[in-house]
């Protein structure tokens, strides 16, 4: 046993390489504190992050969770309680407070603007916090005040900040209030909640390990209460996170189950399965087949073997069609028309591409007449009405077609134009309207 514990102790004790107490302390307090630089710095993260949850970039999220200063107060939190510092405690718990009500309003104010509102696969993760995410803050917590104590916090820090990831759950936060999300916002704040329990919890239990000297004596009375207290609010948190990772982990093993029980039971000669799909509400296990038709017996007997696969409560559905003859005759037929159907969706998609050019050239007259019609009522004041459209002129000894524009210009006989007038409305038109060729229809309105 004495060899065992010099082994451990040679190879494992960690006080051996703790620099000072007091720059430690100093250093921790420093990070804690949220003004200035500091606050900019935070808001430019959220900022970042925010961005990279919109986008669906884990490389823009990795960098703001770098840069990130929110691990200072919890770090100052953990501190406070292992030596008794009620000073550093009140002053990490307000810029704490502040540090995550800043974070969230920027966050909320980020996506309020974002035109991107739909929930990429990183804002989603973020939502469903489980103990393995309880486990992950707890470790890499202890990673950091290991680190900032023995001096290498330079090496740590970054990967920790990346691991516990404080900065993601507060923009997702924020996401869920834009959005009217409330259950995102829950699941987010919760998770970050979590991070911020077990970062403080490790940095404690880090320095009551390694003997920190504690700040101010207090009797066996209150620190009872203190350590009570604080194993309250490490269960409590730890509970909704349970039931979470309880109910992954059933949903997980019910999946592997049907997967072991379709691979196994259900592997009859000359049938192939296509789909398979799972209703919980009615109990039932659907697999559709084509191949060869599938006896009575054999599906009695892969119900009977649901129970060894902790199914007992499902009813197998086998789907197959009268004759295997008829289920590959459709097979085939859908395969041959693969072809057609590819050739006429192309044919399709041009002829609504050459609509939609129609279309384009119908709405930029329309758009553009609206717009003269302000300048022909300054220009020309007797005109009451004016539209602009393009028609194509015919030749009739040939079949030669040309684009013309048509402008359509309402005008009282009494205040007809004159002859000049009539050619600078033409040239003038016909300048604004960039066409090749115009026409000029007057009409009595």
């Known amino acids: 046993m004495g060899a065992i514990k010099d082994f451990l102790r040679r190879y494992f004790d960690i006080r051996t390489d703790k620099v000072s107490e007091a720059d430690t302390i100093a250093n921790i307090k420093a990070d804690a504190s949220f003004r200035g630089a500091n606050l900019w710095v935070l808001v430019f993260a959220i900022f ?30 953990g501190l406070s309680v292992g030596i008794n510092d009620l000073g550093l405690l009140k002053t990490s718990a307000k810029n704490y407070v502040v540090a995550t009500i800043i974070s969230v309003l920027t ?48 090496n740590v820090i970054p990967g920790v900040a990346i691991a516990t990831a404080l900065m993601p759950p507060l923009c997702t936060a924020g996401y869920g209030i834009a959005t009217g999300q409330w259950l995102f916002f829950l699941g987010a704040f919760y998770l970050f909640f979590i991070n911020t329990v077990f970062i403080s919890l ?61 691979d196994t039971e259900l592997s009859w000669s000359g049938t192939q399965i296509i789909s398979q799909q799972v209703d919980r509400d009615s109990r039932t ?23 060894n696969y902790h199914l007992n409560d499902y009813q ?14 459709l097979v085939g037929q859908l395969e041959s028309s693969k072809t057609n159907y590819k050739e006429t969706a192309i044919q399709q998609s041009q002829h609504i591409h050459e609509l939609e050019a129609k279309l384009h050239v119908f709405e930029r007259f329309e758009a553009l007449a609206a717009e003269l019609r302000p300048e022909l009522q300054v220009l020309y004041p007797n005109i009451q009405t ?34 000049e007038q009539v050619h600078q409305l033409r040239a ?16 009595e309105p």
């Open 428 to 443: 003038w038109l016909l300048a604004r309207t960039e066409a090749d060729s115009l026409q000029v229809v007057f009409h």
């Open 285 to 307: 296990l659907s697999v559709a087949v084509i191949g060869h038709e599938v006896e009575d017996e054999k599906i009695t007997l892969a119900q009977q073997r649901l129970e």
């Open 386 to 419: 004016f539209s602009l459209a393009q028609t194509l002129d015919v030749r009739m000894d040939t079949t030669l077609t040309t684009p013309v524009v048509v402008a359509l210009v309402g005008i009282p006989i009494r205040k007809n134009l004159t002859a």
């Open 48 to 77: 970042i992050a925010s961005l990279g949850l919109n986008v669906n970039s884990t490389a823009v999220i990795i960098g703001a969770m770098l840069i990130s200063p929110l691990m200072g107060p919890i770090v100052g939190m």
């Open 202 to 262: 490790a940095t404690y239990l880090g320095v009551r390990l390694m003997n920190f000297q504690v700040y101010h004596e207090v009797s066996p009375e209150r620190t009872s209460r203190t350590q009570r207290i604080l194993m309250a609010v490490v269960l409590l948190t730890m509970v909704p996170a349970g039931i979470m990772t309880f109910s992954l982990v059933r949903q997980s093993l019910f999946n592997q189950n049907v997967v072991r029980f379709v």
């Open 316 to 329: 197998l559905v086998v789907i197959q069609g009268t004759t295997t003859d008829s289920l590959l005759h």
């Open 107 to 154: 966050a909320t104010i980020y996506f309020l603007l974002s035109p991107y509102s739909e929930a990429q696969s990183e804002l989603l993760a973020r939502t469903s916090p489980t103990l393995y995410d309880v486990m992950i803050a707890f470790f890499g917590g202890s990673a950091g005040i290991l680190a900032i104590a023995t001096g290498g916090k330079g």
